[in-house]
């Protein structure tokens, strides 16, 4: 076997009319000086056909605008550039996506004499990319189209929440002035089972509307208020849940600095949701107890109750909306109150902590004791 290579055997006439690629030299107008074959046959149009002829006339307009506003530009700052997508047209008008490399012939003087074109077909590399383009489109619009029905959906709920409260209102004022009618025993029971189900009926429409304002990014709005004492608002809560719990056993420790920087309404909340469902799922047979307390910069509440613990896997998503962590099949409640506690806890700059074992259940609710105190704790967590 011979080792020199057949150099004297290549063509290099052949090798530009036949070249794996298209060859085209253009005059500083645009027009077309000299093409190889191969261009010549992608076009679909005879060679000789085309010299004179102005090169984006063999282009779409796509690739007209492409050629003139980013190709030709580039060529007279860098004198070449690399990987230009255009796309050609044949007679019929149908588009062959090429990829083109571009280099300017200059005189010893500087002047433009030709351009220089060497362009690959990309037929199958466009087809890709437009796949590509197409898909992320696509998603994107699936994530709009989501991100508008979920703020439809949630605008809803609060507008219906909020036109419920005026009826409500009217048959809680309703049941309230006919207790104070003279009733036979079972007229009284009546009235006290509408009163029940209507003051149930009011808090699931504040859950909704409190979880609506989370979930549009508004959050838990607070009313803040350090003039007035928070001690009085959780003696209320306790003595209202004892009373609606048949006088179920209620231990309660306070030992509050007063004043709380709080919204005392708010936080009476958190208790309330905390304390009915210490009732509603804890030892009927053992007292729940609930503490609260002040300690240098900080004011915290605690609920404990005796009973079968959570489950680690409930505990895990428990402050998430729709969750009952305690009793997965209870019906009563949308399973908000644990969710509003925490949002409640988030916007005081607090937090929630919940433990369980076999022995008791305790949920622990945290925060600064003055907005100020929030206002340093945050600042000691932000990145400098």
């Not at 492409?66 to 190709?71: G, K």
């Not at 949630?154 to 809680?172: K, M, T, W, Y």
């Not at 179920?248 to 208790?271: H, K, N, S, Y």
């Amino acid at each position: 076997m011979s080792d020199t290579l057949p150099i004297e055997s290549e063509d290099l006439a052949d090798l530009y009319e036949n070249a794996p690629c298209g060859y085209v030299s253009l005059a500083p107008d645009g027009r077309i000086v000299k093409l190889n074959r191969t261009l010549a046959n992608w076009i679909g149009r005879p060679a000789d056909e085309l010299i004179g002829n102005r090169f984006g006339d063999c282009m779409s307009f796509g690739g007209r605008i492409a050629f003139e506003t980013h190709l030709a530009p580039l060529l007279r700052l860098q004198g070449h550039v690399g990987e230009i997508a255009l796309d050609l047209v044949d007679p019929s008008g149908a588009k062959i996506p090429v990829i083109a490399n571009a280099a300017e012939k200059r005189s010893a003087e500087g002047a433009h004499l030709l351009t220089r074109m060497t362009l690959f077909k990309a037929v199958d590399r466009r087809a890709y990319e437009r796949s590509l383009i197409a898909a992320r489109d696509k998603a994107e619009n699936a994530v709009e189209a989501e991100h508008e029905t979920a703020v439809l959906r949630e605008q809803f709920i609060a507008v219906l929440g909020h036109d419920l409260r005026n009826p409500i209102a009217a048959l809680s004022s309703g049941v309230a002035l006919l207790g104070k009618e003279e009733l036979s025993d079972r007229g009284r029971f009546i009235v006290d089972a509408m009163g029940q189900s209507v003051g149930r009926a009011a808090a699931l429409i504040d859950d909704v509307l409190d979880f609506a304002r989370g979930r549009l990014g508004e959050g838990i709005i607070l009313s803040r208020n350090a003039r007035k004492p928070l001690t009085p608002v959780l003696e209320q809560v306790v003595q209202e849940i004892r009373v609606a719990g048949k006088g179920r056993a209620i231990q309660t420790r306070f030992a509050i600095r007063e004043p709380v920087d709080c919204d005392r309404q708010r936080i009476g909340q958190l208790a309330a949701n905390l304390i009915s469902n210490a009732v509603a799922h804890g030892a009927s047979d053992q007292p729940v107890l609930v503490e609260a307390a002040t300690e240098d910069d900080a004011f915290w509440l605690t609920v404990t109750n005796h009973g079968e613990p959570i489950p680690p896997s409930a505990r895990a998503q428990l402050f998430q909306p729709f969750v009952r962590g305690m009793d997965q099949n209870a019906k009563q409640g949308l399973g908000l109150g644990l969710f509003i506690v925490n949002e409640i806890a988030k916007a005081h700059g607090g937090t929630m902590v919940v433990e369980s074992n076999e022995t008791r259940t305790c949920f622990r609710f945290s925060m600064p004791q003055t907005a100020d105190a929030a206002d340093k704790k945050d600042a000691l967590h932000d990145p400098v």
